[in-house]
């Protein structure tokens, strides 16, 4: 299923026929992801399934989809994470966070980055001026001028000697 707008500027989803399968009163949505769909009405932004059944009530001023069953959400201009149940992962509140993958998230708190895993568990505290997600087991970190990688437990791998880098991939 897709969403699609109606004359009237709502949003819903429909089959493939075009027919409507969530009938639209939202004010935006997000893609499905791992079965559930942001979106927006009065109360501010929830989860649906297939269905349309809420599974997370309206609450967030943002919402986000969900990667390796972890979304972000904004409250109040701050983000923090929640699971597929709607439950927060960590109290702490962040500037920016990113998705989750390889199991872990990029956080940013005081314009510096770390990253803390699918429990809210610190793994590398934030100290960066830049990150990359994790892939393959290594995750790009600028902590000053120039790059270098850091593993799953937040050690430095490779030396930050390098001006410019991409993800290790395949």
């Known amino acids: 299923i897709t969403a699609h707008e109606n004359d009237k500027g709502l949003i819903?989803?429909?089959n493939k026929k075009g027919q409507w399968v969530i009938e639209p009163k939202f004010y935006s949505t997000g893609d499905f992801s791992e079965g559930l769909a942001s979106v927006e009405t009065e109360?501010?932004?929830g989860y649906i399934d297939k269905t349309g059944r809420f599974i997370i009530k309206p609450q967030f001023d943002m919402a986000f989809n969900f990667n390796e069953g972890i979304a972000d959400v904004c409250i109040d201009g701050e983000y923090t994470l929640?699971?597929?149940?709607?439950?927060?992962?960590?109290s702490n509140k962040y500037d920016v966070v990113s998705n989750c993958?390889?199991?872990?998230?990029?956080v940013?708190?005081?314009?510096?980055?770390?990253?803390?895993?699918?429990?809210?568990?610190?793994i590398a505290k934030p100290q960066f001026q830049d990150v990359h997600d994790f892939i393959n087991g290594l995750a790009v970190?600028?902590?000053?001028?120039?790059?270098g990688y850091i593993d799953k437990?937040?050690?430095i791998v490779l030396d930050t000697v390098l001006e410019a880098t991409t993800d290790f991939r395949n």
Do not use: A, C, S
Not at 101 to 106: A, H, K, S
Not at 108 to 122: A, P, Q, S
């Open 108 to 122: 940013r708190e005081n314009d510096k980055w770390g990253f803390i895993d699918k429990k809210g568990l610190t």
């Open 43 to 45: 109360e501010g932004y």
């Open 153 to 155: 437990h937040g050690n």
């Open 101 to 106: 993958l390889e199991g872990l998230i990029g």
């Open 141 to 147: 970190v600028k902590p000053d001028d120039k790059y």
């Open 12 to 14: 819903g989803f429909i």
């Open 82 to 90: 929640i699971n597929k149940k709607g439950d927060f992962i960590t």
